[in-house]
């Protein structure tokens, strides 16, 4: 079984910033792509940025030059720093991975979420 486990979300001020964690563990053969989503209040989950294996990383237009996207491939993990924050990044942010698992699957797991809040 594979689990993906968030942390790093909370309350901050705008301007502010959050360093967000996606570690992988289970029956993991290897990671493809990874990213990060999220959902504000009464709107639809989007893409917030992603990165393959390789590194290559993509950004929504409303967090370029903002959030970065980095992995740690040895550790199985994603992260996502956000700087210059501002309220309308609040949501709910949820991370995802193609993951091939040990048993040769591969499909697409979620994390359980964590809420980011920004707010003075």
């Known amino acids: 079984q594979v689990q993906l486990v968030e942390s790093g979300g909370g309350l901050v001020q705008p301007g502010g910033s959050l360093r967000l964690s996606c570690a992988a563990s289970g029956s993991i053969f290897s990671i493809n792509a990874m990213g990060w989503y999220r959902q504000g209040p009464g709107k639809q989950r989007e893409l917030v940025a992603g990165?393959?294996?390789?590194?290559?990383?993509n950004y929504a237009s409303s967090v370029k030059g903002r959030f970065t996207i980095s992995r740690d491939n040895a550790k199985n993990t994603v992260y996502l720093q956000m700087n210059s924050l501002k309220p309308e990044d609040t949501a709910v942010y949820y991370c995802n991975a193609d993951i091939n698992s040990s048993g040769f699957s591969r499909r697409i797991y979620w994390g359980q979420g964590t809420q980011v809040t920004v707010s003075s």
């Open positions: 990165i393959t294996s390789g590194g290559t990383t």
